[in-house]
């Protein structure tokens, strides 16, 4: 067990330098090393006499304990899924992923989907294999189930469906009522002001620099090989907000999460039991807290004092009010919270229809643009806004989507149970974030993988998945910002 996690480690590791530090012309050579990590972990992870051991302690492991059965639990589940996809097609894939996100790193800047496109069809054709190698009664559920373990197609569409018959009237309302102005954060801002701001925001929250870094990417992520070495990465605009600033929050809630997974190092629990439940800590810190009043009582004074110029004259009302500003946008991770899941339903759609063939890569920039238009009355003017503009599906991604907005919904319902415990508007607005870490850490990244997501959220807000706690959130949040 701690050989795979030390192997996943490495891949880990050497994926965050080919997005960050790696040589133009060494991306090739790091494909090759991420096919033959990949594929040395999946050697070892289908071996006869480590299956031989798991299903004996799966039989008879009464006299383990608790977190060990969580252990043998997760760990065979594991097997069971990888057991089932050829080694061929392991490597096949991890070198498909690299060509694909070499492809996408030229692609997106050129706008160029015509260059991207073959090598997205290659991969989309693997990840097809992949489903159906795994048999699951929906080839997309055998994606999703990677993110979201026991999610399915049949579970997750009524939940998406409901939430997006009550947001999309939501959504109108907002825009229909007088936006705040936001011209003061278009700058430019100082792009290592910007990384300044970020640094002392991020370690003020609760973020261990002495066991974690940022950086920059193409893409904002959090990655690396262990919750003592967590890597984050950001993207800088001119800009204030969201290209640093929100997506620095974001990528510090998974972060926080990873920094608090404590007593399961190299084992199959020590990692958050789904994506979704991943998310929500992300979205939190992002929205919840990232956006609030009481934050930026706290923090405004910090910016004024990287960019006096800038923002000396700028009350917190006003700064608050800037950057909640719902607006019909291009970009998901620089969407408002309230069209946010609207960009994610789209991307939902359009990769189920992928994969079950409905849908050729060839058609993709079309029916990309007539769902934004549809969903969110806008068109992106190139691909580059549009098809090309997150690198996900390059990674091969698929069914990795989803778990954005589950995290919205968990997020929300935590924010509620956590209310009844603390007051988080005082803490926040005093810079007191040790008891709000503390509950997190306590309820959910302490937790690990000892229980699925569903019931570990059950068991922390005493109730099921569902999309009523978001939208009292959004509803209370921004009918006091825009009076409606």
């Known amino acids: 067990m701690q050989e795979l996690e030390d192997l996943g480690s490495a891949y880990s590791l050497a994926s965050w330098d080919e997005q960050t530090y790696c040589a133009e012309r060494g991306r090739e050579a790091r494909g090759h090393l ?15 006499a480590y299956g031989a051991a798991l299903d004996e302690l799966s039989s008879d492991g009464a006299w383990l304990s608790g977190e060990q059965r969580a252990m043998v639990r997760v760990a065979k589940q594991a097997r069971d899924r990888d057991v089932k996809v050829p080694k061929d097609l392991v490597r096949a894939l991890a070198e498909q992923r690299s060509r694909a996100s070499r492809a996408w790193l030229a692609a997106r800047p050129a706008n160029d989907f015509a260059s991207f496109a073959p090598e997205l069809a290659k991969l989309v054709r693997l990840k097809v294999e992949e489903a159906d190698a795994l048999a699951f009664d929906h080839r997309y559920d055998a994606l999703l189930d990677d993110f979201e373990p026991g999610m399915t197609v049949a579970r997750l569409d009524p939940i998406l469906d409901g939430l997006r018959d009550e947001l999309v009237p939501f959504v109108r309302r907002v825009l229909d009522a007088p936006s705040p102005d936001r011209g003061f954060l278009d700058g430019p801002y100082d792009q290592a002001g910007q990384l300044e701001l970020m640094q002392r925001i991020l370690a003020a929250v609760g973020f261990d620099f002495a066991a974690g870094r940022q950086d920059l990417s193409a893409h904002p992520f959090c990655g690396g090989p262990s919750r003592r070495d967590v890597r984050l990465t950001t993207r800088v605009y001119d800009s204030l907000e969201p290209g640093s600033l929100f997506s620095s929050l974001h990528e510090m809630g998974h972060g ?21 439940l991943h998310e929500s800590q992300s979205r939190f810190w992002e929205n919840v807290v990232g956006r609030s009043q009481a934050f930026w009582q706290h923090f405004l004074p910090v910016a004024q004092d990287v960019f006096p110029g800038e923002l000396g004259g700028v009350s917190v009302d006003r700064f608050v009010r800037a950057v909640n500003r719902v607006a019909r946008s291009a970009i998901r991770v620089d969407a408002d919270e ?12 359009l990769e189920k229809e992928l994969v079950e063939e409905r849908l050729a890569v060839a058609d993709l920039p079309g029916a990309w643009r007539e769902r934004m238009q549809s969903y969110l009355g806008y068109t992106p003017r190139d691909d580059a806004e549009g098809v090309l503009q997150d690198i996900h599906w390059a990674d091969g991604l698929f069914g990795y989507f989803p778990t954005y907005t589950l995290g919205n919904l968990y997020a929300a319902a935590i924010t509620e149970r956590m209310r009844g415990d603390l007051d988080l508007d005082a803490h926040v607005g005093r810079g007191e974030f040790g008891p709000v870490l503390r509950w997190l850490r306590e309820r959910i990244h302490g937790q690990g993988f000892v229980r699925p997501a569903e019931d570990l959220m059950v068991e922390v807000t005493g ?11 959004l509803e209370a949040k921004y009918g006091e910002l825009y009076d409606l």
Do not use: C, W
């Open 34 to 48: 991420l096919a033959t990590l990949a594929t040395v972990r999946h050697e070892r992870i289908v071996d006869d």
């Open 256 to 276: 926080l999460y990873e920094q608090g997974l404590a007593g399961f190092e190299r084992t199959a629990i020590g990692h958050a039991p789904s994506l979704g």
């Open 338 to 349: 309230v069209t946010y899941n609207l960009h994610i339903l789209l991307r939902y759609e």
């Open 463 to 473: 109730k099921p998945l569902g999309h009523a706690p978001f939208m009292r959130y």
